[in-house]
C-alpha cells in the first residue's frame, strides 16, 4: 500500500481574499502591539506633523509605530532588515498589510519622529501601571556599558587636511571640557573656604595648585562619536556610553532609565530615584543598588527621598579604618542593615530583579551599539530598547503578569513587549 501525502496546493488562487490578520494566530505579539497603537497609544505629535497636502501621501503614523515597535520587540533594529522583514515574515507582513515601505521610508521616519517615540516610554509605563504591573514595592538600580558605534582606537582620516582638521575640532573640545572642569573645581574650593571661614578654621598644610584651563596630556577624545568614553567593562576598556535602569520587582518593568557618559555609577542613583518620581507620581518604597552607588551624599539623598535603601557598603570582607574601607557614618549603618539582615534582606533581590533585564536586552535580542547621533538622541532611542519587561518564565509564578498577555497565551512565541 503506497503513502499518502497531504496536498500542496501552491498554484491554487483563493476565491476570497484573506484577512491579513489571518496571517498570524490571535495570541501572537505581532496583534497585541497594533491594537496597542490604534486603541491605546497618543501619537497626535506624530500625525501633526503631517500638515502639507503636496506630494503623495504618506505612510500611516500608526503602522509605522507598531512596525518599529515590533522590530524592536523581535530584536531586529536595522531598518534594512525591518524592511526585509516586510516583505519575507508573516508578524511584518501582517501589520504593513501587504504594503511595505522601504528602508529609507522607515529610517527616515524614526529619525524625524526620534523625540515623539522616545515620549512613548511614559505612556507605555503609565499602561502597565494600570494594568498592575508596576507596584513600586523595591526597586532595583543597576547601569551596563553599551558600547558606542565607534572604535576605541584613534581613527585617523585618509587625507592630511580633513586628519587635521578632526585633530583641531577635538584638541578644541578638549581645551573647552578643561575650562569647564577647572571653573567647577574653583566653585567648589570656593565655597569648602567659605565654610571653614565661617567655622572659624584654617585649610591644614601646603595651598594646593590651581586647577589648569589646559587639558591633561593624556586626554582622549574620540574622531567617529566624539559624545562617547572609554569605560571599563567586563570585556576590558570599550568605547561606551554607560546606560541607567530602574527595575521593579514586581514584574520586572524598567521605570526609568538614562544614557550617561559616565563611567561611574555613584552620581546616577539621585536622578534614577527622582525620574521615577517625575515618571509615576510616587516614590518607591525601597530601592537596592550594588557598590558602585554607595557615597555617603547618596545614603543621605535616599533618607531625604523617604526611600528605604539598601546600598551595598563594598566589597571589602573585613572592613577597617586602617584599610580605609570602613566608610562614614552612613556607610557603616547600611553595611549593618544588609548584614543584620541576612539571607532575608530585601538587597538580596537586586540580582535577581535588574540584571536578568541586561541579559535580555543585550544577549536575547542583541542589543546593537549606540548609533553615532549625539548623547540626547541616543538616550531617546535607548528608551525605546531598554523598556523591555522579562518573559514570564524568568519571573516568580506567583508574580508572572495578566493572563490575558499573549505571551503567556504562546510560550514558543517571543516574549512580549510592553515598551516604547
Not at 483563493?14 to 496597542?36: S, T
Not at 501619537?43 to 503636496?54: A, D, F, H, M, R
Not at 502597565?128 to 507596584?135: F, I, S, Y
Request: with cysteine.
Amino acid at each position: 500500500m503506497s503513502k499518502y501525502f497531504r496536498p500542496w496546493n501552491i498554484d491554487q488562487t483563493l476565491l476570497l481574499p484573506p484577512n491579513v490578520q489571518d496571517f498570524v494566530p490571535k495570541g501572537h505579539v505581532a496583534r497585541f502591539i497594533v491594537e496597542l497603537v490604534r486603541e491605546s497609544l497618543d501619537l497626535k505629535e506624530i500625525t501633526g506633523s503631517y500638515v502639507s497636502g503636496l506630494g503623495q501621501p504618506p505612510f500611516d503614523p500608526r503602522m509605522m509605530v507598531a512596525l518599529l515597535l515590533h522590530g524592536y520587540a523581535s530584536g531586529l533594529y536595522s531598518s534594512r532588515r525591518i524592511a526585509k522583514a516586510c516583505r519575507e515574515r508573516n508578524d511584518f507582513v501582517m501589520i504593513v498589510a501587504l504594503d511595505p515601505p522601504d528602508f529609507r521610508t522607515i529610517s527616515d521616519f524614526r529619525k524625524r519622529h526620534l523625540k515623539a517615540l522616545g515620549a512613548l516610554f511614559l505612556q507605555v509605563l503609565k499602561l502597565c501601571e494600570t494594568a498592575g504591573l508596576v507596584k513600586l514595592g523595591h526597586v532595583a538600580l543597576d547601569g551596563t556599558k553599551i558600547k558606542a558605534n565607534a572604535s576605541k582606537h584613534k581613527d585617523w582620516a585618509g587625507d592630511k587636511q580633513k586628519r587635521l582638521a578632526k585633530i583641531q575640532q577635538a584638541m578644541a573640545a578638549l581645551e573647552a571640557d578643561a575650562r569647564l572642569a577647572a571653573a567647577e573645581e574653583r566653585r567648589i574650593e570656593a565655597e569648602k573656604e567659605q565654610q571653614r571661614q565661617a567655622e572659624g578654621r584654617k585649610k591644614p598644610g601646603k595651598p594646593a595648585a590651581p586647577p589648569s584651563d589646559q587639558p591633561d596630556p593624556k586626554s582622549q577624545r574620540n574622531f567617529t562619536d566624539p559624545e562617547s568614553r572609554i569605560m571599563k567593562s567586563k570585556d576590558g576598556f570599550v568605547q561606551a556610553y554607560n546606560a541607567q535602569a530602574a527595575v521593579d520587582a514586581g514584574a520586572q518593568i524598567i521605570v526609568a532609565h538614562e544614557l550617561t557618559q559616565c563611567g561611574n555609577d555613584q552620581g546616577q542613583l539621585v536622578p534614577l530615584i527622582e525620574a521615577i518620581e517625575n515618571n509615576l507620581g510616587r516614590k518607591p518604597d525601597q530601592a537596592s543598588a550594588d557598590s558602585g552607588y554607595c557615597s555617603e551624599s547618596n545614603l543621605e539623598a535616599l533618607e531625604a527621598h523617604g526611600v528605604d535603601g539598601y546600598v551595598a557598603p563594598g566589597r571589602a570582607k573585613h572592613p577597617t579604618a586602617a584599610n580605609g574601607k570602613i566608610g562614614g557614618p552612613l556607610t557603616q549603618r547600611m553595611r549593618k542593615k544588609i548584614d543584620d539582615g541576612g539571607f532575608e534582606t530585601p538587597y538580596r533581590l537586586r540580582k535577581q530583579v535588574v540584571e536578568p533585564v541586561f541579559g535580555q536586552i543585550k544577549q536575547a535580542r542583541g542589543f546593537p551599539p549606540v548609533p553615532v547621533a549625539g548623547r540626547r538622541e541616543s538616550a531617546r532611542r535607548m528608551g525605546h530598547h531598554l523598556h523591555h519587561p522579562q518573559p514570564p518564565e524568568a519571573v516568580h509564578p506567583r508574580k508572572r503578569r495578566l493572563s490575558r498577555l499573549p505571551c503567556n497565551k504562546c510560550p514558543s512565541q517571543r516574549p512580549i513587549w510592553t515598551g516604547s
